[in-house]
């Protein structure tokens, strides 16, 4: 028992100093990616086509062994790139992943052809390539994924100095509140990155696998579009709402190339809103429950109607969908927080954050037939 106890307590103890050293973290997340890697080359593609022989086990193992190293330059440089501009960043990012799964694919190809005596396997470059990129571009993001929550904990460390020191004198007390704030909405703002990646990600992998080559490579176009822009929009707590009108786009053209026709969003925007100042990736997060819970379950796909306007000194922006086809009860906004997604929970905690009790945030039916999302902002400023 004291045996298991100790055991226990030295992999907590070496896990906690492997969260706290970046450089092990990254040998131990690289190591623990390729291998899984390695694993389910093995179980999708070797035990199903009955390629076990020595030849084939060899090649998967060389494989993942070359891509691990691959990544050890390609962290070098980006690390490098960090204190250089968004729009830098994301060129030297996609150049790397471009050139790295090209490599790969040309070592991979080479090998397998050294190991099997099989030849011609050039004339597949095309294919092995695209799932090369496949693999590197999930590993970038990732890597970026960490480095942002690295970020944060840095944040985080920051608010509980700045806490310390408000205890002292009132001066140091309004700054506290007031960097704890701004922390608490770059946090739950940052949260959302790796929640869309992930669903994104899970969108071109079946596409992937359902052989649509080409919607894929579009929706990775477009993703690498969405990506530069939050990355140059990150800083900012609020943006005009034509910027978030931008955003939304971006993330409605990556959408439609999964749906299709299936899916029809209509805009009924004010332009007199444009110019207000509203929390980033505001509208993202409700658009995409109305596609996951509503167009995505339709066998015929639906309809999803965007509205903003004015309305006294508020801003009021409404998200509708046409619902999944099956006959619910209206949903109340609490039920939805039941759920096991994000984006809703979260953006509730940034508009409290940001405006305390002066917003509203209801959920009902909508004459459409599915789900309206309504909320209700002050507007602040001379708009």
Request: glycine letters at 8%; one cysteine or more; hydrophobic letters at 45%.
């Amino acid at each position: 028992m004291n045996q298991a106890r100790a055991e226990a307590g030295s992999f907590a103890q070496f896990f906690s100093q492997s969260l706290a050293d970046p450089d092990r973290l990254f040998w131990l997340l690289n190591a623990g990616g390729w291998i899984g890697l390695s694993l389910v080359t093995l179980v999708s593609l070797s035990l199903p086509y009955g390629q076990l022989e020595f030849a084939y086990i060899t090649h998967n193992l060389l494989q993942s062994i070359a891509g691990f190293l691959l990544c050890v330059p390609l962290r070098l440089v980006i690390k490098r790139s960090w204190s250089l501009s968004p729009w830098h960043r994301v060129i030297i990012a996609s150049s790397l992943t471009i050139v790295s799964a090209a490599v790969w694919t040309g070592f991979r190809l080479e090998l397998l052809m050294i190991l099997t005596e099989e030849t011609g396997l050039w004339r597949d470059f095309g294919g092995w390539f695209f799932a090369s990129l496949f693999v590197f571009l999930a590993w970038v993001l990732l890597y970026h994924m960490v480095k942002f929550g690295q970020a944060l904990q840095g944040e985080k460390e920051t608010l509980l100095v700045l806490e310390a020191g408000r205890r002292k004198e009132a001066f140091k007390l309004v700054s506290a509140e007031s960097a704890a704030k701004e922390a608490q909405l770059k946090l739950l703002r940052y949260q959302l990155n790796p929640h869309f990646l992930f669903n994104t990600l899970n969108s071109i992998a079946s596409l992937v696998s359902a052989k649509r080559s080409t919607d894929a490579q579009s929706m990775i176009g477009e993703l690498s579009t969405f990506l530069r822009f939050s990355l140059e929009s990150d800083r900012n707590i609020t943006i005009p709402f034509r910027d978030e009108i931008e955003a939304l786009d971006l993330y409605l053209r990556i959408e439609q190339v999964r749906f299709s026709d299936r899916l029809v969003v209509e805009q009924n925007i004010d332009p007199r809103v444009l110019p207000i100042q509203v929390p980033s990736l505001l509208l993202q997060p409700l658009v995409e429950n109305s596609i996951k819970h509503a167009i995505g379950r339709a066998e015929e796909g639906g309809r999803i109607l965007i509205t903003a306007e004015l309305e006294d000194r508020n801003l009021v922006l409404t998200v509708e969908d046409s619902g999944s086809g099956v006959d619910e009860k209206g949903p109340e906004l609490s039920d939805l927080f039941d759920a096991p997604g994000f984006g809703l929970r979260s953006t509730a905690e940034r508009l409290e954050n940001l405006y305390g009790d002066g917003f509203s945030f209801n959920a009902s039916r909508s004459p459409l037939g599915g789900l309206k999302l309504a909320l209700h902002l002050p507007i602040r400023g001379n708009h």
